[in-house]
């Protein structure tokens, strides 16, 4: 048995078995003084009284909790380093042409220190998103591992993202009515150049640049998820009808704050959620329904529900997802609150959100599945617990940061060793 620390964990993908600890496998279940045998970046075998093969490398993780990678449904890690500043922020494209045709991929940067901050928080994977400027369309988001190094994408142009609501109605010209119309608009000009495969048909003037429209045609023929930011119950529903001219559409909504209003409409449409856990405040006239039961409410209506985080806001560090699970869980122990089992919590930051958007091989800990491992030293949706190894596709990832590494300098440092901007 080899001493427990991140030391002890190896540098490649090789064989590794975790005994002792406690298992939350992200998928609905816990086990006790279980195993998780790691081969080759997978995992090869999890539960209690499981066998290590010989020859593996055995680490005792006694008195630990062994979760998922945790996996952020939606968020701008790679893409926007200093949010104030413009040339560290690529989320928006405000004088660009372009608006579909928009691709997050070339902006990734997996140096920037946030990766490294939501790391060592216990994030492994996470989708990340564009934000909408002066038209409806965002424009492509992408799905990224946070792994140690510039190699950090999973999959490029993983979806589509379009800002209806109170936003889209600014950005089209003033109402919901205009920002609809645009939305039909540049779907049927998709449709249509994929029903003549980029011929002219000299029908009319497309309203969207060329390369926008093209952006589209896999978002109309569903091979390409749109995700829609919406909040208002009236908007969903809205949402949820295109599917009667749009038949093919693979819809997301991100936000649905008012979501719980209409949760079995959602839930028979069987499309999936992302949103945030905390937001309960009347801060704007479409959400004046939020509570902080709203994903307590969809998820007991049968709705696929994943937690995400939105730029601007206190909700924006993706390594908070698990504060934010934790407070669905003590939802339930309020007075008329409608909360969530700490399994079901935990699936909301592990496996549904890598389900939404396609990463199936990840998010929960099974046979198969690929070895994104968090070990913490407590209970991860208590704030006190943290991380003390993460391992990404198997191999073990440093869990320090600028933050740490800043703190851990000038912590002990006595006056004499101070830089002269701190000597007194």
Request: charged share 20%; with cysteine; glycine share 12%.
């Amino acid at each position: 048995m080899l001493g427990w620390g991140c030391s002890a964990l190896p540098a490649t993908a090789a064989p590794v078995a975790f005994t002792g600890g406690t298992v939350m496998t992200g998928a609905g279940t816990t086990i006790e003084n279980a195993t998780v045998v790691v081969d080759n970046g997978r995992i090869i075998a999890v539960g209690s009284g499981v066998a290590v093969p010989a020859g593996t490398q055995t680490i005792d993780a006694t008195g630990k909790i062994i979760t998922p990678g945790l996996v952020v449904g939606m968020s701008d890690l790679g893409i926007d380093e200093v949010g104030g500043v413009r040339e560290a922020n690529d989320t928006r494209a405000n004088k660009s042409p372009f608006s579909a045709a928009l691709d997050v991929v070339p902006a990734l940067n997996g140096r920037e220190t946030g990766i490294a901050v939501a790391r060592a928080g216990g994030v492994t994977r996470a989708v990340v998103a564009p934000e909408a400027s002066r038209d409806i369309f965002a424009g492509q988001g992408a799905l990224i591992r946070l792994s140690d190094g510039p190699d950090i994408l999973t999959r490029g142009k993983a979806f589509q993202l379009v800002e209806l609501g109170e936003n889209g109605a600014e950005a089209a010209g003033g109402s919901r009515t205009a920002s609809f119309a645009a939305f039909r608009n540049a779907l049927d000009e998709a449709r249509e150049y994929a029903a003549h495969r980029g011929r002219e048909t000299g029908n009319h003037e497309n309203l969207y640049p060329r390369a926008d429209t093209a952006a589209l045609v896999p978002v109309v023929e569903g091979q390409q998820p749109l995700v829609v930011h919406v909040e208002r119950a009236s908007d969903i529903l809205a949402v949820l009808a295109l599917r009667t001219d749009f038949p093919k559409l693979r819809l997301i909504l991100f936000g649905a704050r008012e979501g719980w209003t209409i949760a079995d409409r959602i839930a028979a449409a069987h499309v999936p959620v992302i949103t945030s856990a905390i937001d309960d405040l009347p801060d704007a006239f479409e959400t004046l329904a939020s509570t902080k039961s709203n994903v307590g409410r969809l998820v007991a209506a049968g709705v696929l529900v994943g937690l995400g985080t939105s730029g601007g806001e206190s909700t924006n560090q993706p390594r908070n997802v698990t504060q934010f699970a934790g407070n669905l869980v003590a939802q339930g122990r309020l007075p008329g609150g409608v909360g969530l089992t700490r399994d079901q919590a935990l699936s909301l930051i592990t496996r549904n959100p890598a389900e939404i958007f396609g990463m199936t091989d990840t998010g929960t800990i099974a046979p198969g599945k690929r070895a994104d491992l968090v070990v913490w030293d407590g209970d991860p949706l208590e704030l006190q617990s943290a991380p003390v190894a993460v391992l990404i596709d198997g191999v073990a990832q440093p869990i320090t940061s600028r933050q740490t590494e800043l703190r851990d300098r000038y912590l002990h440092l006595q006056h004499d060793a101070l830089p002269l901007a701190y000597r007194p």
